[in-house]
């Protein structure tokens, strides 16, 4: 059975849906921007429905659950830009556009993703230059130095590199799965130094993007994400407590030494201290989804824009405001069910290396989902990521659908068996 009929009508409930956002625009503000908003809905709609049809023609059979899930998220993220700002809303939905193109190519030219296993080293060398590019080249926004000026876009080359890390672990890990795994019937067992190695690198890599590129957020998926996979591969709780000892070990010392971080923990604290300056931004999040209540004040008829970078960070934190805690849980909702087709996935596929893969690749959108709700909810410092599929950024949009292109990858094998 190749027939995507499932797919096809969840991906019709989020075009209503999406419509539904871009036309209470356009009544709360008649003009060519709400009709593009409703426009905005259809042209996803299609792009979607198009790569269903490809599918089926191929007779691949991927996920039904995923590109739903995705339109959703996607839709209420150009939706909410579009009310926040017209220029980002047009920007968001041609970043849709390119993304759906690049999953594609990614379900087309990346399903035989085993043949990069033979190259893990290279991947892992492309990475690490990737990384270092900003720190030499790069410029600074929103205090982290993770960017490149590209003329036309601004690139950030840390949200491709968090994918070529699942590309090299996966294959690493399977490679040295015995060796992690040696003395696992003893309790006494310390690991040697072969073990210690991709936990050393790891770690340096983290710290190397928190002090260089003063990205917390990102140094947190990382070496989550690298910690997650180990237990996966290996069950061994030694190397989690490790890895977390380590990683607790270097946050301090960033905090004494790096003033971005010293700064972004102390606002966590206590954001009130500061109110007019640094504390401004989490402090009026904190506003916003406190006015919004259990129902929200309705699409539009809130005030998200006292939050800077409302549109990037703090999206979340305006979601809340129009459409109440409802809205919010909704959208979390929405991000849980994608992780849980992400790990159902990882659990059905066709081999340990393939639900490797997928089990990373899921770790990576649940922990950055986390990281930012947790920030613009004050649960954890703010960490200055996007919101996966909702946030404006074309980089993390791009890097996101061919997440969610290498999900479906590993689920069309799998259903293949």
């Given at each position: 059975?190749?027939?995507?009929?499932?797919?096809?009508?969840?991906?019709?409930?989020?075009?209503?849906?999406?419509?539904?956002?871009?036309?209470?625009?356009?009544?709360?503000?008649?003009?060519?921007?709400?009709?593009?908003?409703?426009?905005?809905?259809?042209?996803?709609f299609?792009?979607?429905?198009?790569l269903?049809?490809?599918?089926?023609?191929?007779?691949?059979?991927?996920?039904?659950y995923?590109?739903?899930?995705?339109?959703?998220?996607?839709?209420?993220?150009?939706?909410?830009?579009?009310?926040?700002?017209?220029?980002?809303?047009?920007?968001?939905?041609?970043?849709v556009?390119?993304?759906?193109?690049?999953?594609?190519?990614?379900?087309?030219?990346?399903?035989?993703y085993?043949?990069?296993?033979?190259?893990?080293?290279?991947?892992?060398?492309?990475?690490?230059?990737?990384?270092?590019?900003?720190?030499?080249?790069?410029?600074?926004?929103g205090?982290?130095?993770?960017?490149?000026?590209?003329?036309?876009?601004?690139?950030?080359?840390?949200?491709?590199?968090?994918?070529?890390?699942?590309?090299?672990?996966?294959?690493?890990?399977?490679?040295?799965?015995?060796?992690?795994?040696a003395?696992?019937?003893?309790?006494?067992?310390?690991?040697?130094?072969?073990?210690?190695?991709p936990?050393?690198?790891?770690?340096?890599?983290?710290?190397m993007?928190?002090?260089?590129?003063?990205?917390?957020?990102?140094?947190?998926?990382?070496?989550?994400?690298?910690?997650?996979?180990?237990?996966?591969?290996?069950?061994?709780?030694?190397?989690?407590?490790?890895?977390?000892?380590?990683f607790?070990?270097g946050?301090?010392?960033?905090?004494?030494?790096?003033?971005?971080?010293?700064?972004?923990?102390?606002?966590?604290?206590?954001?009130?201290?500061?109110?007019?300056?640094?504390?401004?931004?989490?402090?009026?999040?904190?506003?916003?989804?406190?006015?919004?209540?259990?129902?929200?004040?309705?699409?539009?008829?809130?005030?998200?824009?006292?939050?800077?970078?409302?549109?990037?960070?703090?999206i979340?934190?305006?979601?809340?405001?129009?459409?109440?805690?409802?809205?919010?849980?909704?959208?979390?909702?929405l991000?849980?069910?994608?992780?849980?087709?992400?790990?159902?996935?990882?659990?059905?596929?066709?081999?340990?290396?393939?639900?490797?893969?997928?089990?990373?690749?899921?770790?990576?959108?649940?922990?950055?989902?986390?990281?930012?709700?947790?920030?613009?909810?004050?649960?954890?410092?703010?960490?200055?990521?996007?919101?996966?599929?909702?946030?404006?950024?074309?980089?993390?949009?791009?890097?996101?659908?061919?997440?969610?292109?290498?999900?479906?990858?590993?689920?069309?094998?799998?259903?293949?068996?």
């Amino acid at each position: 059975m190749h027939g995507r009929g499932i797919e096809r009508k969840l991906l019709a409930v989020a075009f209503l849906y999406t419509l539904t956002g871009g036309l209470i625009l356009y009544l709360n503000e008649p003009g060519p921007d709400g009709l593009w908003a409703m426009a905005a809905s259809l042209i996803m709609f299609v792009g979607f429905m198009l790569l269903s049809m490809l599918w089926q023609s191929r007779k691949a059979n991927f996920d039904m659950y995923i590109t739903p899930l995705i339109s959703f998220l996607a839709g209420t993220g150009v939706v909410f830009l579009f009310r926040l700002n017209p220029g980002y809303g047009y920007r968001q939905l041609s970043w849709v556009v390119i993304g759906l193109v690049t999953l594609f190519l990614t379900t087309t030219f990346l399903r035989r993703y085993r043949d990069l296993a033979d190259y893990k080293y290279l991947v892992a060398l492309a990475g690490i230059l990737a990384l270092l590019l900003p720190i030499f080249f790069g410029i600074e926004l929103g205090g982290a130095k993770s960017w490149l000026d590209l003329g036309l876009f601004h690139f950030q080359p840390s949200e491709f590199v968090k994918l070529l890390l699942v590309f090299f672990l996966g294959s690493y890990l399977m490679e040295s799965r015995m060796l992690l795994q040696a003395g696992e019937q003893r309790v006494y067992f310390l690991p040697g130094v072969q073990q210690w190695g991709p936990l050393l690198g790891m770690w340096l890599t983290a710290l190397m993007v928190l002090v260089f590129q003063k990205d917390l957020g990102t140094a947190l998926i990382y070496f989550g994400t690298f910690l997650a996979m180990v237990y996966m591969a290996t069950a061994r709780w030694l190397y989690i407590l490790l890895g977390t000892l380590m990683f607790l070990a270097g946050a301090v010392a960033a905090y004494m030494v790096v003033s971005h971080v010293h700064t972004r923990v102390a606002i966590w604290l206590n954001p009130w201290s500061t109110a007019q300056s640094s504390g401004y931004q989490i402090i009026q999040s904190l506003y916003a989804i406190n006015d919004g209540g259990i129902w929200g004040a309705g699409l539009g008829a809130g005030f998200p824009g006292f939050i800077p970078a409302v549109h990037t960070d703090f999206i979340f934190a305006a979601i809340c405001e129009e459409t109440g805690l409802l809205g919010g849980i909704g959208v979390m909702i929405l991000f849980m069910l994608l992780v849980y087709r992400g790990f159902k996935i990882a659990l059905v596929a066709r081999d340990e290396y393939a639900g490797l893969m997928a089990a990373g690749f899921t770790a990576i959108l649940g922990l950055q989902v986390f990281i930012i709700i947790a920030g613009v909810t004050k649960l954890l410092p703010m960490t200055g990521i996007t919101l996966p599929f909702i946030s404006y950024g074309g980089s993390s949009m791009v890097a996101n659908f061919i997440l969610a292109g290498m999900l479906l990858n590993i689920s069309g094998e799998a259903n293949k068996l």
